[in-house]
């Protein structure tokens, strides 16, 4: 750990699960819910759709190009977009109509051949928004004038090097910090000051690039860990200093890791695309080491999510399997799988799992989250937008936000 900043965090403790909770009972102010996790606290929701889906509550067009998911805080809709030939822009839209409230420019974007626009979720933290270029270039708004407070080009500040399919990660707020993965040698992780984007800390002692992956902190044992995918690691970091407490070598295709790591009672879950799959470590008692527990490649997700209930895992495969797979989370076992819904961005709530088919199908599926066996509850297509169907689904206050390219679709999930 380099340290760079003298500060204290003795507050840090208190306010760390504070982070990721939402400002509103049922809001979603970060990537992949309250907790990032992909579970969203939402109840009474619809537990079968009609043959036509969910009713449409609007459809929001004109948000440019990209692949970042919405973010629902205190009345408004938060998402990124790339407008023209690179400008990027933060779009606010109105909840309960879809109206666009504001457009506010905040730099170029990726032109990557793959992916254009913008793939980074806004992460909101008192009437702020932190996110990430597909460029590499943090940024730090004010949600009520769009004014950028301040800025961070990765690889001017830490030498972070260019991956192939440029920056995806969604940004983690963690008290006064915000975590962000540059990668290499000096600065693995990184952590800066919220208010200032001044550097607080960075990882030392192990040389690896960033990948396409989005952080989380779980509790270990009573002690904080973030956990994340580099380009050829499983890590785990103490958020509070930077220091390194163990990594996990898997190589993954073209250093493809795009899941976030689940954790469950010591164990985390990793996993990679294109046949290669992943598995669960076993972290040691003191949180200094880990060893492998057990090894699977049936859910080999590339960077659908996989989401973790009652001791479950439920993902989809890539190119290996290709199929929707339920994992006991403790012995790695397949439960049951099945072809009937294919690779897709994948959330759940209520114990339903949201499955957005993708990349050229557009089909969004319910299914019941459970052991027992699949059970299909629903199924609809997105026929609004253009290009790959990739963008993470949002379930914020009885909605479902579903982004296809520049155009967002609100349904309702709740019974009329």
């Known amino acids: 750990m380099k340290p760079y900043l003298l500060k204290s965090f003795g507050l840090v403790a208190l306010f760390a699960t504070l982070a990721c909770r939402p400002s509103f009972a049922a809001d979603s102010p970060q990537f992949r819910g309250p907790n990032r996790d992909g579970l969203f606290p939402e109840t009474g929701l619809l537990k079968t759709w009609p043959e036509e889906g969910p009713p449409v509550a609007w ?80 940024y730090c708004m004010n949600t009520s004038d769009g004014n950028i407070l301040w800025s961070v080009d990765m690889a001017e500040r830490f030498g972070a090097r260019k991956i192939s399919w440029d920056y995806a990660e969604s940004l983690l707020v ?23 984007g ?44 930077g220091a390194l407490r163990w990594s996990f070598y898997h190589k993954a295709n073209y250093d493809i890791h795009g899941v976030t790591p689940v954790y469950l009672n010591g164990l985390v879950y990793y996993t990679a695309g294109d046949g290669i799959g992943g598995g669960a470590l076993e ?23 996989v989401v973790l209930i009652n001791g ?22 397949v439960v049951w799988d099945t072809r009937d819904v294919r690779e897709g961005a994948l959330i759940a709530a209520d114990g339903m799992l949201y499955i957005y088919e993708g990349p050229r199908k557009g089909i969004v ?47 309702e999930l709740k019974p009329r």
């Open 59 to 138: 459809t929001a067009q004109g948000i440019g190009g990209g692949f970042s998911s919405a973010i629902i805080v205190g009345g408004k809709v938060y998402v990124t977009g790339m407008l023209g030939d690179d400008a990027g822009n933060l779009f606010v839209l109105d909840e309960a109509a879809g109206t666009i409230l504001s457009t506010f420019p905040y730099g170029p974007e990726t032109l990557n051949d793959q992916a254009q626009g913008p793939r980074s979720s806004p992460t909101f933290d008192d009437g702020k928004l932190y996110f990430l270029s597909g460029l590499g270039v943090i």
């Open 174 to 196: 963690d008290g006064d910090q915000v975590l962000c993965t540059p990668g290499g040698p000096e600065a693995l992780v990184a952590a800066l000051d919220k208010n200032t």
């Open 198 to 241: 001044k550097t607080v800390w960075t990882t030392t002692g192990l040389d690896d690039t960033t990948s396409y992956c989005s952080p989380i902190i779980v509790n270990h044992g009573g002690s904080r860990m973030l956990l994340n995918a580099t380009g050829k690691h499983i890590v785990g970091v103490d958020p509070d200093s």
């Open 283 to 305: 972290i040691a008692p003191g949180g200094g080491s880990v060893a492998s527990k057990w090894t699977d490649t049936t859910l080999d997700s590339l960077h659908s999510g």
């Open 312 to 333: 479950h895992l439920y993902g989809t495969g890539y190119k290996g399997s290709g199929k929707l797979v339920c994992l006991e989370m403790t012995t790695g076992r």
């Open 365 to 411: 599926n319910l299914v019941k989250a459970s052991p027992d066996g699949f059970e299909h509850a629903g199924s609809f297509s997105i026929t609004q937008g253009t290009g790959k169907h990739w963008a993470h689904p949002t379930l914020a206050n009885g909605k479902l936000y579903i982004r296809h390219g520049d155009s967002l679709i609100a349904y």
